[in-house]
């Protein structure tokens, strides 16, 4: 039967490696669009990875500060307390995800796997600098996520290699997501940032959705602001807070499509991260 | 084009696929192949409901699962959900309350609201909004159907309460 | 006499009229087994599929069918030279073709056809044909169509209908003067139930039957038989589950197409379009640009309106020219207005074929002519409530097109008892919960959490509108109705046959509660819907409760004099006298009840009816004619929330109060008020088709915005009950006019929120996007 469910890491590269041609599927979220309107076909096999248990699972280390998820964790379960307890940017992306249906079966290893700039768990990761574990047979690499995703819809993936999780450091300080959408559900990000504000690095990380081929970060944004927040409240003025939204607008690429213009992704981006860098200090 | 001869668990049932091809997604599986015509395409994108079913327990738009990945899974679709001809409560209140017009939606409405009052049995109105906010229903403008959720949810707390 | 001047005892017994018995295909639409047209299939059947056009205007230059004819599984292929009988089809003029032959003249024109195994050889196939075109220039600008300056790009011309209307003094003025363009785009009906037929050819090949979702058979039935070279008897049509329609469905898509295969392989086709086929495969509303200019006295009294209409038609001609004529017909909105000059036109481009869409000209009027009229409050010193009540038009008040409105108009009742609907009481992100915190879900920006409380402006806005119910221009429109009774051992049933098309409005719910209401007798079954009785016209115009309720009503009455005649006989008793009250015949002369039940044992009436309304006329060169046949009105009043820096909207609520003449199933009144209000909403605030040069961008749902359970608020609904004298059953249609004033209410709440923020935004346009709210 051309389906292979696999259930351990090994048994995926394995059939990978003997099937290098086949698509690897987990919730199909995204791979199932294509097919049903007949722009892309399964090929000959399918690896189903939804059924090995070790993608299916997180685990967070206290010892090293990380939670590292498998790549098989749906938005579901991201929104679970034991995750939005230590990564609640996470958790607030994967809210924002379609629907209770598309939570269900979408997986952050998918989104990671697809890398368009629209993926909503993206930022959070690119914030967090999470590193991307990848195996293949016989062999295992890390590898940063802002490295991982090259590209519009392309990946640092070599052939063989599957994605098996992603480990993010667990943040003392405050984060949070937030994404435009026409509707008020059920929508493709427009635009979206997330910022993370570590307080004992004591540095600040702004990354933007679907205003570039990629994911982008904002150094200039990022050191201007950790330069000027009150460390202590979390605060900062509201004259730093707007420059810090012009900052990352700045540092925006989007263009126009159907969806949206270049002009209001790049005057969202900034309009965003000003509330963002503000939610940090209220909660404080 | 091959053969495809695979078996499903549908509402209990063993039931074998055939003349399926590889990437035929489950929705076309449940109409074409197997006579389930209950759950609906609307948009062959996962962003209507209109396909809902539950796959091990989880809410899922079928037009979105690989027919054939769901091999050993529990599959239920809106056949699945009472015997024709005695509704659920669920079922029931959506006629009582109005909540049906064209009808394309309901299927799916029908397996979304049971999955909600199963995680959540006593949503409130904005919890029942975006729970829901998966299924698109074009002709009812969604306040009847708020209703009949409201509705069972109620009588699911008095039958509890024993009131 | 109507059933409603009957006394009755008591209020109506349950399933009778004025009462919300659930509908009778209820229980298998929540089961899944009430079959939709897709749900229909014969044994041994092929399945079809169209080639379409990829270009907006273009020569064929040829068409190679050999490659996709090597595809195993491939059984019939059509085109042009394959169909019989009329080339070209069309509700209004006969202009567009079955298949293309020399010119494309949109994206997603079908150009052939075919039938194979499975769908997916079908879709292989279509692949494998090769079509070489020669592109043409194509004409995407309707002031091109309108000066001429664009060759024309279909035989019958470019400019599909101008017309004008001059009313009362031409040169009259106003002290006070506002204006502006307005612009409305181009929305989808979006129905969920995709097109879908099966065509099961007659042994022989002279006739074939049609399993089929449409809004009117009958004529389906014209267009087809015509095409195929049949008479019309030789085409049956069966009405198959429709899954919502307003207006897609109004023109036929693969009736013709499924028709031609079934009958050249002398076997059943199926046929189903997938959403992206569908968005091509059906016509839409018209986009349009409508210019406006109201003179008033000092008060805000409207002196004289002048309007400058232009309707992009699309590539063929459907009924843009009755959409046009509504628009400028209305375009003076429920309001008295005594002059007026209107210029109209409905043009033909290389866009999308447009047509009919709930509301049908009368909502790109009104987003025009509300937004005047707050204009106009604005520049007079006066509130939006009171401008509108100013002006409120009433019974008697005449259009610009010199028709006097005899219908009740209760304009100012409807205003009124919105404005009473109480606000909503929780303020903007709702109430503060014991955490300090508000839910996000409730703030613009929905599950994106873009906003805090702080940075949403609350704003109300007003619209008023007025809806022609019934066709008009003197077409003859009437509907159907066979009623008849079968005594049983169990007691009669009421058996209603008619061909209106069920498209989830409820008319299946509504024909029992008359008969019940006529007859007595609760018992009422529907036998199949199809063209085995006389045509019910179309679902749409708002016009089943009037015209095909009418004609159950009259079938009833008939069968109901039957009754009378038969109980006179039986019991010395007056026919002429005996009236129902319930479920018994009443002689009022002596007091004596008599048991319908009983009195209908062993009798087998059969009575059809035809119920036409009275004669419209044309409508003269200066635009001046009773034209219309009836009138509706509604207003609503919307509350919604902005966050001006981001442009984002959440509507928190729509109060109405609407103008029913009689609620005959409330729940189904209130049924068609919220669905209506909610694709008002989409109109407002989201639903676009995007084309770039001629290109659809977002034919999917990913892309085409549907109102969602967080986008969509709750309804708070107060129904204006005047009975019509002149409609039957005193009840006035209830399906448009929720959609009509809501997008204008709508768009005054969002400037009336800026407004409060500082900001002076035009949102001149429908949808408004968020850059036109926050990028100005």
Same mark, same amino acid.
């Given at each position: 039967?051309?389906? #292979? ?22 919730? &199909? ?78 997986? #952050? ?41 090259? &590209? ?59 205003? &570039?081929?990629?994911? #982008? ?68 | ?18 003349? +399926? ?30 396909? +809902? ?15 054939? +990945? ?94 | ?486 005594? !049983? ?240 059953? !005193? ?46």
């Amino acid at each position: 039967m051309p389906v #292979l469910f696999p259930t351990t890491v090994d048994e995926a590269t394995t059939a990978l490696a003997a099937h290098p041609e086949s698509m690897l599927l987990a919730g &199909g979220t995204d791979a199932m669009v294509g097919i049903n309107d007949g722009h892309h076909r399964p090929g000959a096999t399918v690896i189903s990875v939804n059924r090995i248990a070790d993608l299916r699972s997180w685990r967070h280390d206290p010892g090293a500060g990380t939670l590292t998820v498998g790549a098989g964790v749906t938005y579901t379960e991201l929104m679970h307390h034991s995750i939005a307890g230590l990564v609640p940017a996470l958790a607030e992306a994967s809210r924002t995800v379609g629907s209770p249906q598309i939570r269900n079966a979408g997986t #952050l290893g998918g989104n990671l796997g697809t890398s368009s700039p629209a993926g909503d768990g993206l930022p959070v990761l690119s914030a967090l600098n999470a590193v991307v574990h990848l195996a293949a047979a016989g062999s295992t690499r890390n590898v940063d996520v802002n490295d991982f995703m090259v &590209g519009v819809k392309r990946t640092a993936l070599e052939p063989g290699e599957i994605i098996t999780g992603v480990t993010v450091p667990v943040v003392d300080g405050w984060q949070g997501y937030a994404k435009v959408g026409v509707r008020n559900a059920m929508v493709i990000a427009v635009a979206s940032t997330c910022v993370v504000v570590d307080r004992t690095r004591r540095t600040i990380a702004v990354a933007l959705g679907s205003v &570039g081929p990629t994911i #982008l970060r904002c150094p200039e944004a990022e050191s201007f602001l950790a330069a000027r927040l009150d460390w202590d409240s979390l605060i900062a003025s509201d004259a730093d807070q707007a420059e810090f939204g012009r900052l990352v607008s700045a540092a925006s690429q989007p263009i126009t499509d159907h969806r949206s213009t270049a002009d209001y992704r790049r005057h969202a981006v900034g309009v965003l991260a000003r509330r963002l860098a503000r939610r940090a200090g209220a909660a404080s | 084009m091959s053969n495809e001869i695979f078996t499903l668990h549908v509402n209990g049932e063993a039931r074998p696929v055939r003349d +399926s091809w590889l990437g035929e997604n489950l929705l076309d599986v449940l109409r074409d192949r197997l006579g389930l015509m209950g759950s609906k395409g609307a948009c062959e994108q996962g962003e209507c409901g209109s396909c +809902s079913v539950l796959v091990d327990g989880h809410l899922v738009c079928s037009c979105l699962v690989l027919a054939a +990945s769901a091999v050993g899974q529990q599959v239920v679709t809106i056949e699945g959900v009472a015997p024709v001809g005695t509704p659920s409560d669920v079922q029931q209140a959506f006629v009582d309350a109005g909540a049906v017009q064209c009808g394309f939606c309901t299927p799916g409405l029908i397996m979304a609201v049971h999955d909600l009052l199963e995680r959540t049995p006593d949503p409130d109105g904005t919890e029942i909004r975006e729970e829901l906010a998966g299924n698109i229903c074009r002709c009812t403008g969604y306040g009847r159907i708020i209703d009949a959720v409201q509705q069972v949810a109620l009588a699911r707390r008095t039958d509890r309460s024993g009131a | 006499m109507s059933i409603i001047d009957r006394p009755t005892s008591t209020g109506p017994r349950h399933g009778a009229l004025g009462t919300s018995p659930t509908r009778p295909d209820g229980v298998a639409k929540v089961q899944g087994t009430f079959e939709f047209s897709s749900d229909i299939s014969a044994d041994g059947c092929l399945f079809g599929a169209t080639l379409r056009s990829p270009h907006s205007h273009a020569r064929i230059v040829s068409i190679d069918l050999s490659a996709a004819w090597k595809i195993s599984g491939v059984q019939a292929i059509v085109t042009a030279e394959d169909v019989p009988g009329q080339l070209t089809y069309g509700l209004i003029s006969q202009d567009q073709p079955v298949f293309a032959s020399d010119i494309v003249r949109y994206v997603g024109e079908p150009v052939a056809a075919l039938a194979a195994d499975d769908p997916e050889v079908a879709r292989r196939a279509l692949d494998a044909i090769e079509v070489t075109y020669e592109v043409l220039p194509a004409l995407l600008d309707p002031e091109l169509a309108i000066s001429g300056e664009f060759d024309p790009i279909h035989p019958d011309g470019n400019v599909i209908r101008y017309q004008r209307i001059v009313h009362g003094d031409p040169a009259a003025t106003g002290e006070i003067v506002v204006e502006g363009t307005y612009e409305i785009g181009m929305q989808d009906q979006a129905f969920l139930g995709l097109e879908a037929a099966l065509a099961i050819p007659d042994p022989g090949g002279k006739g074939i039957e049609m399993h089929v979702a449409t809004q009117w058979l009958h004529e389906d039935r014209k267009q087809i038989a015509a095409c195929l070279g049949f008479a019309e008897e030789d085409v049956r049509l069966v009405l198959g589950g429709v899954g919502g329609a307003f207006g897609a469905r109004e023109d036929i898509s693969l009736q013709v197409h499924c028709s031609l295969l079934a009958l050249r392989l002398g076997r059943p086709v199926r046929m189903a379009y997938s959403r992206a086929e569908s968005f091509l495969g059906h016509v839409h509303r018209h986009p349009a640009t409508i210019w406006m200019r109201h003179h008033a006295t000092a008060d805000g009294s409207i002196v004289k309106i002048e309007s400058r209409m232009v309707f992009d038609g699309g590539a063929y001609a459907s009924t843009s020219s009755a959409v046009l004529i509504n628009a400028i017909t209305l375009a003076q909105g429920p309001y008295r207005c005594a002059n007026a000059v209107v210029d109209g036109w409905a043009v033909r481009t290389n866009h999308l074929p447009c047509g009919a869409m709930r509301g049908f000209g009368a909502v790109q009027a009104c987003f025009a002519y509300e937004s005047q009229m707050d204009k106009l409050a604005a520049a007079c010193g006066v509130g939006p409530l009171d401008i509108r009540l100013l002006n409120a038009m009433t019974t008697g008040d005449v259009l610009i097109t010199g028709q006097p409105v005899l219908n009740v108009a209760p304009v100012e009742e409807c205003l009124r008892e919105t404005d009473a609907l109480p606000l909503p009481d929780e303020p903007v992100g709702g109430h503060v919960r014991t955490d300090g915190s508000v839910d996000a879900m409730k703030l613009p920006g929905g599950a994106g959490r873009t906003a805090d409380a702080g940075d949403i402006v609350r704003g109300i806005g007003w619209g008023v509108s007025i809806k022609n119910l019934m066709y008009s221009e003197s077409f003859d429109d009437y509907a159907t109705a066979r009623c008849r009774i079968e005594g !049983g051992p169990d007691g009669p049933t009421v058996f209603l046959k008619f061909a209106t098309a069920e498209v989830g409005q409820g008319f299946v719910t509504l024909a029992p509660q008359i008969a019940r209401s006529v007859l007595g007798i609760d018992r009422v079954e529907l036998d199949q819907i199809d063209t085995q009785v006389g045509s019910a016209g179309s679902t749409s115009a708002s016009r089943q409760t009037w015209m095909s309720g009418g004609a159950v009503n009259a079938a009833c009455e008939l069968v109901r004099s039957l009754i009378f005649e038969h109980v006179a006989a039986l019991h010395g008793c007056s026919a002429g006298d005996l009236f129902i009250d319930h479920t018994d015949v009443v002689d009022p002369r002596t007091g004596r009840r008599f048991d319908v039940a009983e009195a209908c044992v062993g009798v087998s009436f059969d009575e059809t009816a035809v119920y036409r309304h009275p004669a419209t006329s044309e409508i003269d060169e200066n635009g001046q004619g009773n034209c219309h046949t009836a009138f509706a009105f509604v207003a609503h009043r919307a509350v919604v929330d902005v966050d001006p820096e981001l442009g984002l909207v959440k509507v928190v609520q729509i109060a109405t109060a609407q103008d029913v003449g009689v609620a005959l199933n409330p729940l189904s009144v209130m049924g068609q008020i919220e669905g209506g209000i909610a694709q008002g909403l989409g109109m407002a605030v989201m639903e676009e088709i995007i084309q770039v040069d001629g290109v659809i961008r977002n034919g999917n749902f990913t892309d085409y915005l549907l109102p969602t359970f967080l986008d969509m608020p709750p309804v708070v609904a107060t129904l204006i009950e005047q009975p019509d004298p002149l409609a039957p059953l !005193g009840a006035k249609g209830v399906g448009e006019p929720p959609c009509i004033s809501s997008t204008p209410a709508i768009v005054a709440a969002i400037r009336d929120a800026l407004a409060q923020a500082g900001i002076d935004a035009p949102l001149n346009r429908v949808p408004v996007r968020p850059g036109d709210i926050c990028l100005l």
